[in-house]
């Protein structure tokens, strides 16, 4: 194929690009939403590969050492999140630490804690990469490490935008990968973006965080028997979800600017370095620094519909999951299907940080068990998109809502 370029004085030129290969569904990011897609059309029979700019799956979950799957319940003893969520969180804890509350049990609570703990757990942020890994090697995924999604190819047709494929640049160069659908897992929605579709940003705050160990640590890690006691947190930027923390001198941080992003890094590896100088040097070390920024909402879909707080407790007949409130308790949410994607805008579809949410309603879809439950269904629509040869902002939400409902996820709080 012909790609059409820009010289500094806005001359047109025209680059060659190799078909490197085609797939019914590209799925581009390997984070949790991004494997929950690529998992999910690969098991409805669909050809799928997934391009990772990394070396690891996982995402802000393991390469950015957010290895905590937040709570999946109501806060009063119920839980809300199933499907492949529960699916990921059993995998992330199989050959490495962490658990779920020895009370939980079938999805309820039977412990007398009051109030009663969450559903949740951390993992070895390591250890559920590799997992990932297996999980989607086994299903067929085509695994592209090193690969970054550069652009989408597009054309018009019946008066929408329709994707045809994506170009990625690896060791190899410039390639174009030719597809059905594209689910837009970038975490900046950056194919949405280049493909024109409506998008939003907000700023981020001022936070970077890796792990050490000391002697302490290394005693507590002995003394109870768990490795996972072993680490202790060290920031170089500590705001909190809300802002607090953040330098009133320092603005946010914008994560679709790569300027930004070193000025962000840069400033924030100083920082810890001078939190570790302060240490003997034989006492600690630091094992862990995140492979990837630790911002929480860059630039997302402007969807057919969106995510906003006052949404608790509604009923949408539309739904494709029910999640909870990982931070507060007992705001339960309905996610619809029009969080997704766009109308006029075919063959893209996306999920997790990049779906269309609101204020708080943002945070609550981008954290890891939603981003795998929306993971979920965006690859349950692009396979059945697929199949039926359907537009992706129409699908036939019925069928959808039994297939995930006969994969055990909660439709309807």
């Known amino acids: 194929m012909e790609y059409k370029l820009l010289n500094d004085g806005g001359v047109e030129s025209l680059m060659k690009i190799p078909l490197r290969g085609s797939a019914d569904v590209i799925v581009a990011g390997g984070g949790v939403a991004g494997c929950a897609a690529a998992l999910e059309a690969a098991r409805h029979g669909c050809s799928v590969i997934l391009f990772e700019k990394s070396m690891m799956l996982g995402g802000l979950a393991t390469l950015g050492l957010v290895n905590w799957f937040v709570p999946m319940d109501d806060g009063k003893g119920r839980q809300v999140i199933f499907g492949m969520a529960e699916e990921f969180l059993r995998l992330s804890i199989k050959y490495g630490y962490g658990d779920v509350n020895p009370g939980w049990k079938n999805g309820i609570y039977e412990g007398k804690s009051e109030p009663p703990p969450r559903y949740c757990t951390g993992f070895s942020a390591d250890i559920f990469a590799l997992c990932l890994t297996e999980l989607l090697n086994s299903a067929g995924v085509e695994l592209r490490f090193d690969t970054s999604a550069a652009d989408i190819v597009t054309r018009e047709e019946n008066g929408a935008v329709v994707s045809d494929g994506v170009i990625i640049y690896d060791k190899s160069g410039l390639g174009f990968y030719k597809s059905k659908v ?175 949410g609101d204020g708080y309603g943002w945070d609550v879809l981008r954290v890891i068990p939603p981003a795998i439950i929306t993971g979920q269904a965006a690859g349950l629509a692009a396979a059945e998109s697929v199949k039926n040869k359907s537009r992706i902002w129409e699908p036939d939400i019925r069928k959808l809502q039994n297939i995930l409902e006969r994969e055990n996820v909660k439709i309807h709080n």
């Open 182 to 356: 594209v689910v837009d897992v970038t975490g900046d929605a950056d194919l949405l973006y280049k493909m024109g579709a409506p998008t939003l940003k907000r700023g981020n705050y001022d936070s970077y965080f890796g792990k050490v160990i000391n002697m302490d640590s290394i005693k507590k890690a002995l003394e109870s028997g768990n490795i996972g006691n072993i680490y202790r947190g060290v920031s170089g930027g500590h705001s909190n979800l809300y802002g607090h923390g953040h330098p009133i001198d320092m603005p946010l941080f914008d994560g679709t600017d790569a300027n930004d992003i070193s000025r962000y890094t840069v400033s924030s590896q100083i920082r810890m370095l001078e939190k570790l100088k302060k240490d003997d040097r034989l006492s600690r070390d630091l094992v862990q620094i995140p492979g990837m920024v630790n911002f929480r909402a860059t630039r997302r879909l402007d969807g057919d519909a969106t995510l906003r707080p006052e949404d608790s407790w509604i009923r949408y007949d539309d739904s494709i999951g029910a999640i909870c409130d990982f931070d507060g308790r007992e705001y339960l949410y309905e996610v619809r299907y029009g969080v997704l994607v766009k109308t006029g805008f075919d063959g893209i579809i996306t999920a997790g940080r990049t779906a269309s």
